[in-house]
């Protein structure tokens, strides 16, 4: 069983900065991709940036410049980075993960987080 615990959610005004954490944990093998994803009350849940084991990353256009994606590899930990946050920026956040948990044969699950809550007020 794998966990993720979504941490640093809040209110801020608007022009502020938050950064959101994303720890995994349980038998993991290997990470693959993970992500950010947002929901805005009577929206569907959305992709907001995504990063997979190399590097990569990629971002939903209203968050490229604003937003940063990084991880941590040695503490199955991604981060997101939100600058110059706007009202249109709230929503509860979900932290998202692809984890190998078994490798003969190849095992991979998709994981969610609880999703954190964050209100940027006008």
């Known amino acids: 069983q794998v966990q993720l615990v979504e941490s640093g959610g809040g209110l801020v005004q608007a022009g502020g900065s938050l950064r959101l954490s994303c720890a995994a944990s349980?038998?993991?093998?290997?990470?693959?991709?993970m992500g950010w994803y947002r929901q805005a009350p009577g929206k569907q849940r959305e992709l907001v940036a995504v990063?997979?084991?190399?590097?990569?990353?990629n971002y939903a256009d209203s968050v490229k410049g604003r937003f940063t994606i990084s991880r941590d590899n040695a503490k199955n930990t991604v981060y997101l980075q939100m600058n110059s946050l706007k009202p249109e920026d709230t929503a509860v956040y979900y932290c998202?993960?692809?984890?190998?948990?078994?490798?003969?044969?190849?095992?991979?699950?998709?994981?969610w987080g609880q999703g954190t809550q964050v209100t940027v007020s006008s």
């Open positions: 990063i997979n084991s190399g590097g990569s990353t």
């Open positions: 349980g038998i993991i093998v290997s990470i693959k991709a």
């Open positions: 998202n993960a692809g984890v190998i948990v078994g490798i003969i044969p190849i095992s991979v699950n998709d994981y």
